[in-house]
């Protein structure tokens, strides 16, 4: 194994409460029934308008995107102070990028808010790849995971993907990528060992110390 992916919301970022506020502040905005923690706490990780239409199945397109946009709205006001990172992310993304494995990230947020976290964060530079749900398929398709992995020039056999939804784990079961789960994101453990991770985790340094005996160097997939 030589490349790790990492969804951002909940894995890398402590951010599942002001996803849970901005979704509820938005359904009063636009005048909807709001949804318990739990119900929102379990589209976390969908692509925004695909979490929406879960939520809202009744909606047409055209209030779906007004949801869209009234949370785009709350979750800005809220993450004004960006959401810290888990305790030792940091140290951990160091110590496995001097391990020698590739570092990517594979998130539902958009384009420009997932450059906003990296850059009030300093990890701009951490990520050899990134990919977000309103520039490819949303998850759980693999597309994402397949997108990465071929711009990394590595198997899905040297990967893993690491999330702490359902859709990380499934999207990783898709693409042929090792699925490993963080329990302390969105979803409860017990949610996430129904779709059968290869591993629990349940803290990052944890993740690090089961990451890094696991290191090894194999050969580039040749892409056409």
Request: aromatic letters at 6%; one cysteine or more; proline letters at 4%.
């Amino acid at each position: 194994m030589n490349t790790l992916i990492f969804d951002w919301d909940g894995t890398l970022a402590d951010s599942i409460d002001n996803i849970v506020i901005a979704m509820q502040r938005a359904a009063l905005d636009v005048q909807l029934p709001v949804r318990s923690v739990r119900e929102v706490r379990d589209i976390i990780g969908l692509a925004l308008p695909d979490a929406v239409a879960v939520l809202y199945p009744e909606l047409g397109p055209t209030e779906v995107r007004q949801v869209v946009e009234a949370y785009s709205d709350n979750y800005l006001h809220l993450e004004r102070q960006p959401s810290a990172l888990f305790d030792g992310v940091h140290a951990a993304l160091e110590a496995l990028r001097a391990g020698g494995f590739n570092l990517a990230v594979a998130t539902g947020k958009s384009r420009r808010g997932l450059d906003r976290m990296l850059a009030s964060h300093d990890l701009e530079n951490y990520f050899d790849v990134t990919r977000c749900a309103d520039e490819t398929a949303g998850k759980p398709d693999p597309r994402m995971l397949e997108e990465i992995l071929a711009e990394l020039e590595v198997t899905a056999a040297d990967a893993c993907m690491v999330g702490d939804s359902e859709f990380d784990i499934l999207m990783g079961h898709n693409a042929g990528v090792l699925p490993i789960a963080v329990t302390y994101g969105a979803m409860t453990e017990e949610q996430l060992r129904r779709c059968r991770p290869a591993h629990c985790v349940h803290s990052f340094e944890e993740l690090q110390g089961w990451a890094l005996p696991r290191f090894r160097v194999t050969q580039s997939i040749e892409v056409l």
